[in-house]
Nanobody
């Protein structure tokens, strides 16, 4: 069992930056692939980024490539999402998720555990 708690969301102007954190409980955190997803009002929950267990492999949605960076610190049981050059269309609730698979997967149905989400609002 893994429990996930996101933090770091807030209101920022377009062009600004935020860093989201996701703290995980459980001794097996380092064995999970970790992902970030986001959901805007009235829309599906979409893949944003993911990182494998060691941090050696990452994957990003095309819409955030070059602007967002996912990283993890297994000693702290934490995964991060650094978001730069934010745009109004990045506004959404951002969710952290854990997947038991070794390979990175981008479909939300593959992820086993989810956090409660943190709101990110980007004003124009």
């Amino acid at each position: 069992q893994v429990q996930l708690v996101e933090s770091g969301g807030g209101l920022v102007q377009a062009g600004g930056s935020l860093r989201l954190s996701c703290a995980a409980s459980g001794r097996t955190f380092s064995s999970y692939t970790m992902g970030w997803f986001r959901q805007a009002p009235g829309k599906e929950r979409d893949f944003v980024a993911a990182i494998n267990w060691s941090g050696s492999n990452t994957n990003y949605a095309d819409s955030v490539k070059g602007r967002f960076t996912i990283s993890r610190d297994n000693a702290k049981n934490t995964v991060y999402l650094q978001m730069n050059s934010l745009k109004p269309e990045d506004t959404a609730v951002y969710y952290c998720a854990a997947d038991r698979a070794i390979v990175i997967r981008t479909t939300r149905y593959n992820y086993d555990y989810w956090g409660q989400g943190t709101q990110v609002t980007v004003s124009s």
